[in-house]
């Protein structure tokens, strides 16, 4: 594979058509993915959830959405001690 094995080896028994998709594959891609089909599986051979595969490096704790006030609030407190040091210690 041109891109790597690594989304092969992701992918493996999968559904792979959105990853497929998303890196916006050229008409040749297109033509040699055809030419190259080898076949379909059988729906009784078909992986039936799509969590048969999930990664083991997945966190059970949920993240956090949105945007919080500790999300902007910890960068501008960072900035304003690094301006008064700078003003400390240059001015």
């Given at each position: 594979h041109p891109g790597g094995e690594e989304v092969l080896l992701e992918k493996g028994g999968q559904d792979?058509?959105?990853p497929f998709e998303d890196v916006s594959?050229?008409?040749d891609a297109?033509?040699?993915m055809?030419?190259?089909k080898i076949g379909e599986l059988v729906e009784a051979d078909r992986v039936q959830s799509k969590n048969a595969f999930a990664p083991q490096w997945s966190n059970d704790q949920?993240?956090?959405q949105g945007n919080t006030w500790t999300s902007w609030l910890t960068p501008l407190l960072l900035g304003v001690a690094a301006t008064i040091l700078y003003r400390y210690?240059?001015?």
């Open positions: 792979a058509t959105e594959h050229s008409s297109r033509s040699l055809k030419k190259y949920p993240q956090e210690l240059f001015a």
